[in-house]
């Protein structure tokens, strides 16, 4: 398994302060004979539809040596992940979870945008200082 982002923690408290239930921490996906971690599976209880949203949440902090090289790091395991979660489970939505700096920094910048509208990225931005959830960008 590999090692949890530094965030971690912080986005786990932030889902949980915004209503969600953790469901796996990892989330585990297997596809033929490869597994893969995605950091965490959640639900939250939609009462008004007497449903259940269920999501997966990758968790990325962005603080290599470059924003680049992160970026694209990041978007080769949410491509992965979702394609897996697409034929596995495919009431379950990814998010790619990163810092608000990083929104500011990297996705709100034109290389971010672009990614994020071409390979229709949904991103959950979370304060780290305050752990809660900024923005949700489906």
Do not use: C
């Amino acid at each position: 398994m590999p090692a949890r982002d530094i965030y971690h923690d912080t986005v786990k408290k932030a889902l949980m302060n915004d209503g969600w239930t953790i469901t796996d921490d990892p989330l585990t996906l297997q596809w033929g004979t490869k597994t893969v971690y995605v950091d965490l599976g959640a639900e939250n209880l939609l009462a008004a539809e007497k449903s259940n949203r269920k999501i997966a949440v990758e968790i990325k902090s962005f603080i290599g040596k470059s924003e680049t090289s992160d970026l694209q790091q990041a978007l080769g395991q949410y491509v992965l992940y979702r394609n897996i979660l697409e034929e596995l489970e495919p009431e379950r939505t990814l998010f790619l979870a990163i810092p608000k700096g990083t929104f500011r920094e990297v996705f709100n910048e034109a290389i971010g945008r672009l990614v994020t509208e071409k390979n229709f990225l949904k991103l959950m931005v979370f304060d780290t200082r305050k752990e809660v959830i900024d923005k949700w960008i489906e």
